[in-house]
């Protein structure tokens, strides 16, 4: 099913190994073609629990990570060994089995201040992507979730930061969380040359209703930033039923 108003594309999926499947060959697809024209090939992911079965089709896909490059959408602000980590969750799942290169890999340093992540990580999208003062990164692929509250990266409903267009990334104090995380700012969600976004589940398929048909409202509803163009979104019929 296509969603011609909106300019996007839906793929409605019955399992969730389906849904993991294909949103697999999508990003592969997405990463050989970057490939094609590109020395290096860029991906940012997310985390949360909907991600582990793409991450595990994609560690078994037989594939040349030699020149793709990881970075994250969003990080909670804890050591790489907590469980939840987002590099920990991509790490066991994608990562390490199938060997990419830790050079590849560009994880948000949660383990120290906020600030100080956040800063790390900003100097790094800008050494990485050669970044001149103002210019953000423009990524081949940004993998994004949905929360049941209609946020996507860290960005939640009512966070001022879902104004800002200029920043790269910045640390965010999420109240519902009690806690402090790492984002990509909307600017550089908005560049990515492709956008994937993954949501299962029935607590889902009213957000995503209302990022896809409702009013548009970025306060109430973050994930409608960079929702429409050049986004594939891969849901379970659940996360679909309100469409
Ligand atoms: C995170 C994610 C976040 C996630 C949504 C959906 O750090 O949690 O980056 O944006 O995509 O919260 O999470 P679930 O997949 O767990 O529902």
Redesign the pocket.
């Known amino acids: 099913m296509s969603c011609e108003k909106v300019k996007c594309h839906i793929f409605v999926k019955e399992s969730t190994d389906d849904l993991a499947s294909d949103c697999a060959s999508y990003i592969l697809g997405a990463l050989s073609e970057a490939l094609k024209s590109r020395e290096r090939a860029t991906v940012a992911i997310?985390?949360?629990?909907?991600?582990k079965p793409l991450f595990a089709r994609m560690a078994k896909a037989s594939f040349d990570w030699s020149r793709v490059h990881v970075f994250?959408?969003?990080?909670?602000c804890v050591p790489p060994t907590d469980d939840q980590s987002?590099y920990k969750l991509a790490s066991e799942a994608w990562l390490a089995p199938a060997r990419i290169p830790d050079t590849n890999v560009h994880r948000i340093l949660g383990e120290l201040s906020p600030e100080e992540a956040a800063k790390r990580y900003v100097d790094e999208l800008k050494r990485f992507f050669d970044l001149r003062e103002g210019q953000q990164p423009v990524f081949d692929l940004i993998h994004?979730?949905?929360?049941?509250d209609a946020?996507?990266?860290?960005l939640f409903p009512g966070e001022p930061l879902i104004a800002d267009r200029k920043g790269i990334a910045a640390a965010v104090w999420v109240e519902k969380m009690k806690s402090h995380?790492v984002?990509l700012l909307p600017g550089v969600l908005l560049a990515a040359r492709q956008t994937v976004i993954?949501?299962?589940?029935q607590?889902?398929a009213g957000p995503v209703h209302s990022v896809l048909e409702g009013p548009i409202d970025l306060f109430q509803f973050p994930c409608q930033i960079a929702a429409r163009d050049h986004v594939a979104w891969f849901l379970d019929k659940a996360a679909a039923s309100k469409l």
């Open positions: 997310s985390g949360g629990s909907t991600p994250w959408v969003d990080e909670r987002n994004r979730g949905i929360g049941a946020h996507t990266a860290s995380r984002t993954e949501a299962v589940g607590d889902k």
